[in-house]
Structures are given as C-alpha cells and as structure tokens.
C-alpha cells in the first residue's frame, strides 16, 4: 500500500487547549480527510494583547501562538507572514507536503504569493467563512483580499452560497469546488428519549447571531404556553448581554442560560427538546442547524 499523502492544514482558528470548542467544524473537515491523507496543522493563532510569541509544537499539531496590540489590518497581514516564513524555514518544511491547505483565507493567504517561487508544493484554499456576504463590515475596496481569489489558487467553499458570496465581493466568477461541513453522526443522531417541554436555542454567541429578538418573542409565547420552557447553550461575545436581558426581563423562569456544554450533552438536549431555534441574520453552512 503506498503510504498516505501528506497535507499541511494552516488556519486562524481551531481548537485548542484555551478553546476546546473553537471552530470544531475545522477540525472535523480535516479529520474526515483521514482515511486518505495523513494531516499535519498549524494553528496560527493571531489575538489582540500585549506582544507574545509562542510556538508550541507537536507530531501532527503545532499552536503558533502571537498577541498584538489592535494594529492595522495590513500590520497583521504582516505579522502572520512572516511567522509563516519562520515556520517555514525554522520548523517544517513545505517540501514535506504535497499540498497546504489554507483553511479560511484571510488574513494567512494574502502575501503568500511572495513565497511562492521557492515553495514547490500545491496550495488548496478551503473557505467557511460568512465575512464576505458583509464585505467585511468595510466601505474600503479590499484590493488585497479580493487578489486572494484571482490567483488561480484551487477553492474549496462548504456551500454553493458561500462560493456566490465570494464571487460578488470579487465582482467577479469564481470556481469552487463545493464540500459540506462535516456532522459527527457518532453523536448526532436520533436516540430514544423522553422530549420535556422546552426548545432549544444554541450556538457561538457573535455577530451576526441575533439571540435577544428570539428571546423577546419568547417572553410572549410563556403567556400563552406557561410551562414551555427556552434552553439556551453555547458561549462568546454576546455571552454576557444574553445573561443580562434575561435577567433584566425577569425570565430566568422561562429561559435558562446553560453555558459551554460538549456534543454529547448538546445531541442529548436536541434529542429532548421540542425543537430547535436557530437566530441569526445569516449563514453560509448552519452546522449547529445540521446537527
């Protein structure tokens, strides 16, 4: 049997010892290549703090982690470049690979054009990203962003949306090759349970999610339907704010906050409730919807 291809998976997010939960779908992408691939990741993990630089590595997963003050887009365009050249010269060499894998394109992809001469491998964008369908939430023409896609670099997006997205924020065609996030049916699946009487609300609490307008037109189905209850799982920016107008509407009675829960615990919640409800201005590919 010849032995497995190997691939460099490069991306801004992914779980990781601070944030088990970041970006799952990621890691479940790569891990469905397995049976074909062998999988080496570099997390290349860019946060806003004091300046630190960190570079944990292991066999198949290394964290490079770097924190800098909240500069300019190009500053960090920059800085994530030339930590990829460090990488690159200091610590595995793109030789080793027959194709990198960027998954989620900006900001790691946007110089990489200038390492291309003496990097011999393939390259392979995969796209899960709904920032393009707002342009970024910029009035700036983002030349360099939308050079990422005209470079005749092979795309994957995880829907059909996504890829017209990304053509009309590039004002123009792009081809890409349509690969749906991946569910983990070893746990999301339908079981045997007793329903209670409560639907479900959950996710990655951020924009564009708009959780208080369902929670708002709860308080007002509870007069109707005094028993039903609405679950609310999940973390991020807003964590706070939907804790806050729970508690400030005096709903704790009705709507219970649940936090951070695993995908054990989440497929047993779908499982139970009445059904799910999932709020949020936009999406590319719901994988919480999938699930």
């Given amino acids: ?31 469905a290549l397995g049976t074909h691939f062998e999988n080496h990741v570099l997390h290349l993990d860019l946060k806003n703090g004091r300046w630190k630089f960190q570079l944990v590595t292991n066999e198949n997963f290394d ?71 707002f342009k970024f939430h910029s009035q700036k023409k983002l030349y360099r962003i939308r050079n990422i896609f005209r470079r ?12 017209k997205d990304i053509s009309k924020f590039c004002s123009e065609d792009i081809n890409a090759q349509i690969v749906p996030n991946i569910v983990d049916t070893s746990n999301f699946n339908f079981q045997e349970l007793e329903q209670e009487r409560f639907v479900l609300m959950g996710s990655f609490w951020k924009e564009p999610k708009t959780p208080i307008p369902i929670i708002e037109a709860f308080s007002q189905v509870v007069e109707k339907h005094p028993k039903l209850k609405l679950r609310i799982f999940g973390y991020g920016p807003m964590e706070e704010e939907i804790k806050m107008y729970i508690s400030n509407q005096d709903l704790s009675k009705s709507v219970e906050w649940l936090g951070k829960k695993n995908s054990q615990e ?22 919480v919807c999938a699930e």
Avoid at 84 to 97: D, H, S, T, V
Avoid at 271 to 280: T, V
């Fill in 63 to 133: 964290h490079f982690q770097i924190t800098c003050p909240n500069t300019r887009w190009i500053e960090k365009e920059l800085i994530v470049f030339f930590a990829l050249i460090y990488y690159f010269i200091f610590k595995k060499r793109p030789k080793e690979f027959q194709c990198l894998n960027f998954h989620i394109a900006y900001p790691n992809f946007v110089y990489i054009h200038l390492i291309q001469a003496f990097i011999k491998s393939k390259f392979l964008i995969t796209e899960h990203w709904s920032i393009y369908h």
């Fill in 1 to 31: 049997m010849p032995p497995k291809k190997k691939l460099l998976h490069i991306t801004p997010w992914f779980p990781n010892q601070k944030n088990p939960n970041e970006a799952i779908w990621i890691k479940r992408h790569i891990e």
């Fill in 152 to 163: 005749q670099v092979p795309l994957i997006t995880v829907s059909k949306a996504l890829q």
């Fill in 266 to 287: 989440i497929s047993a919640l779908m499982n139970r409730s009445k059904g799910f409800i999932h709020a949020s201005e936009y999406e590319t590919f719901s994988v």
